[in-house]
């Protein structure tokens, strides 16, 4: 049996001369924690806004399970949307109901879901407050369990760790893993690499619309440039200068990584070092996701 | 989910939340209590048929008990017939201004201190007229021969300038009705418009429009805002009918029940046609503030509608003027009430408002729906469109927070308003043509302008 997947093919949409998603392809696949990283304005959320049906792209695809989307299956996505949207007024349980019903659940399944979605939570006491009343954390919360509250099969959230305190990040992080572990396809962006790298089995980076790396953040990683670490005691200034095909990428007291050209030989860097001082470290690194989103974006 | 479902979900959120309301909670009591105050000043303050109780002394006295009613009748009267035993009881019931006049063995008349009342002239003239009846039966006459000589069929009467007392009540009348009409229109419509924009500018629309469209979102809201106004209004309508009709004195004029089903009428087709108008308007802003300025042009609209209405009222509701403005249709639910029941307009003619109304709402839907539709999410829609609807509705994507309308500040906005309703009212209630009742319309007038401009004036950002 094939996993069923969410699929992104040469989606493209543009706003007058403004070219904000171009030919964009990607996968998400059921059950996978997928991460969506792009700098500021780079077309995370256009997309995701396509994806939701928000906005009709101009031109490619958007499946789900080899199928195109249509109102049916857009009604079992659960959508965060980067502007938290919810209605200040209304009680945080009547709200949460209506979210429900209006995604087809009848109004007793709606209210289940609330309460036990209020529970998981920890809002289980503030079911009849008004959302203004909350703090901006238990907003949040609410705005989670507005896009849980219909059991949903495909999970799309638009920076759903902006501005959480590190509980509250955990408590997030947990959610996510378990709708991923329930067989749902969960998309979200973030700024906050070193999470997503946690995180995430697999991302996507995008710049200026265009996807500019995508895969598993192993592969990714490993595919990145070469590194090497050296710790160096009591180093003689000006040891690194003219090695050959190197960059020097960080340098603090007493460390340096390199960045390896093709054509760089790391035991004439072992050499070097040795003969500068006292070498207390010395390995290959792999990059981080953070390094490796430097190095494909452009500045 | 089905459109139809779609639509009904959140037609029943708008009634839940909406109905909790304070604001609108407060609103529904005062027009239902201003409705019922003004039907019972209207039914009590102007006097009903004037009676007179009379004392009947012995058998003869009781036998002309039917022709002294008749003949009350005949006078335009009412008698009130009170048996007696004694002449001494007769007199302590007249002194204590119980019996107006006392008939004793159907011979003699008995009165505390005038003889020319009009409840003596009454039995006066039925004794008279029954000696007359006895007389003609002795000659042979049937009984109903003989009624039929002493009460000739009175001859039909053409007026030349009707009861202006009449027309003042119903002028009255039309004036609360269509005042009613046009603030429920107003109160709704710009209740809607604010939904709208809260729906906006809080994005709570994003989450929405990923399960409904845009389309049964806004049937949604318009369908659940219509149906509390119609409550409202209906409500009113009908405590005012009922107050009116237990008030007792007059009652209300013979025209109110038409003018209630008129004014619900006209509602439900006004409010159709502005309503989308309202909504469309909402969704083109992105912050509440901005919003009165935006909607202004359809409450200047309106607020024309409704001084036209009155102008028509108090000239000619048979004018040119008005015989043309009860056709156009943005103006027709304030003015064809006021013209089908002061002036002459016709059910054919009617017909054609209702019909010319339709249509307008028709396009007017359409068109709103559209712009609603490109701008709640404001992405891709057109800017010539929204300059063309309004000029200040260009903002920045950014939103600011939705502005919170302080409980407080909406409490004193809601007695400014409904007082400024109460003046005009009274004003109305008390005539047109004395100068303490254009004062108060004058200040109630103002009143209305105060709030309508104070909107208008910066507000501290709500942070």
Excluded at chain 2, 220 to 233: E, T, W
Excluded at chain 2, 444 to 461: D, E, N, T, V, Y
Aim: net charge positive; with cysteine; hydrophobic share 50%.
């Amino acid at each position: 049996m094939t996993v069923r997947a969410l699929e992104l093919q040469a989606v493209r949409r543009s706003f007058g001369e403004l070219v904000a998603v171009d030919d964009l392809s990607f996968s998400v696949l059921a059950g996978r924690l997928f991460g969506f990283v792009g700098r500021n304005g780079a077309g995370k959320t256009t997309t995701m806004r396509i994806i939701c049906g928000l906005l009709a792209a101009d031109s490619g695809s958007v499946l789900w399970g080899g199928a195109p989307i249509d109102a049916r299956v857009r009604e079992r996505i659960g959508y965060m949307p980067e502007e938290r949207g919810l209605y200040p007024k209304m009680r945080v349980g009547d709200q949460l109901e209506y979210f429900a019903v209006l995604h087809g659940a009848s109004h007793e399944e709606g209210r289940e879901a609330t309460r036990s979605w209020l529970d998981r939570l920890g809002l289980g006491d503030r079911s009849g407050a008004r959302v203004e009343a909350l703090s901006h954390g238990n907003q949040q919360r609410v705005q989670l369990a507005a896009a849980l509250v219909h059991d949903p099969d495909v999970l799309i959230l638009d920076e759903p760790f902006a501005g959480l305190d590190p509980i509250a990040t955990d408590v997030m992080s947990d959610v996510l893993r378990e709708q991923a572990a329930r067989g749902v396809p969960v998309l979200f962006s973030s700024h906050q690499l070193e999470l997503v790298e946690h995180l995430c089995e697999s991302v996507a980076i995008i710049d200026h619309g265009r996807l500019v790396a995508c895969g598993p953040v192993d592969e990714l990683r490993r595919g990145g440039p070469r590194l090497l670490r050296v710790d160096l005691r009591d180093a003689r200034p000006g040891w690194a200068d003219e090695l050959l095909d190197v960059e020097v990428a960080e340098r603090t007291n007493g460390r340096t990584v390199f960045k390896l050209g093709p054509k760089a030989d790391s035991q004439q860097i072992l050499d070097r070092a040795r003969r500068a001082g006292s070498v207390t470290h010395f390995a290959e690194l792999q990059p981080t996701l953070s390094e490796l989103f430097r190095e494909v974006v452009s500045p | 989910m089905s459109a139809r479902r779609a639509v009904w979900e959140v037609a029943r959120r708008e009634l839940v939340e909406r109905s909790r309301s304070r604001v609108m909670r407060i609103s529904v009591v005062l027009l239902l209590l201003l409705s019922v105050g003004g039907a019972i000043a209207s039914a009590r303050l102007t006097s009903g048929t004037p009676s007179d109780d009379v004392g009947l002394v012995g058998a003869r006295s009781a036998a002309m008990g039917p022709a002294i009613q008749l003949q009350a009748r005949a006078a335009g009267r009412r008698a009130r017939l009170h048996d007696l035993a004694s002449t001494t009881a007769a007199s302590q019931a007249l002194r204590g201004g119980n019996l107006d006049v006392v008939l004793l063995d159907g011979a003699r008349l008995l009165v505390k201190s005038s003889r020319s009342t009009a409840a003596v002239r009454v039995v006066q003239d039925a004794v008279a007229a029954q000696s007359v009846l006895d007389r003609l039966r002795g000659s042979g006459l049937t009984e109903s021969q003989a009624l039929e000589m002493l009460t000739p069929r009175p001859l039909p009467i053409d007026v030349l300038e009707p009861n202006t007392r009449n027309i003042d009540r119903n002028r009255g009348l039309i004036v609360v009705g269509v005042l009613a009409l046009f603030m429920v229109l107003i109160f709704y419509g710009q209740a809607l418009a604010q939904g709208v924009t809260e729906e906006k500018s809080s994005r709570v629309v994003e989450l929405l429009l990923t399960s409904v469209t845009p389309r049964s979102l806004l049937a949604g809201k318009v369908l659940g805002i219509g149906v509390l106004g119609l409550a409202q209004l209906v409500l009113a309508g009908g405590a005012a009918l009922l107050a009116g009709a237990l008030a007792g004195g007059a009652g209300l004029p013979s025209a109110a029940p038409g003018a209630v089903a008129l004014v619900v009428m006209w509602f439900v087709l006004g409010y159709a046609f502005y309503s989308v108008a309202f909504a469309a308007v909402g969704a083109l802003v992105s912050r509440q503030e901005d919003l009165q300025t935006a909607i202004m042009p359809i409450t200047l609209l309106m607020t024309g509608g409704f001084y036209v209405a009155l102008i028509v009222v108090n000239t000619d509701p048979n004018g040119t003027a008005a015989q043309i403005v009860a056709f156009v249709p943005p103006l027709s639910p304030m003015v064809v009430p006021a013209r089908m029941v002061l002036g002459n307009m016709n059910t054919i003619e009617l017909a054609l408002a209702v019909a010319l109304d339709l249509l307008a709402t028709a396009g007017m839907i359409a068109l709103a729906a559209r712009v609603y539709e490109r701008a709640i999410l404001r992405t891709g829609a057109p800017i010539k469109l929204r300059r063309l609807v309004t000029l200040r509705a260009r903002h920045s994507e950014l939103t600011a927070p939705g502005e919170t309308h302080r409980g407080h500040a909406a409490f004193v906005d809601l007695v400014v308003q409904w007082s400024a309703v109460a003046l005009v009212i009274a004003g109305v209630l008390i005539g047109l043509s004395d100068p303490v009742a254009i004062a108060l319309l004058a200040l109630g007038l103002a009143l209305i302008g105060l709030r309508q401009s104070r909107k208008h004036w910066p507000r501290r950002p709500a942070h």
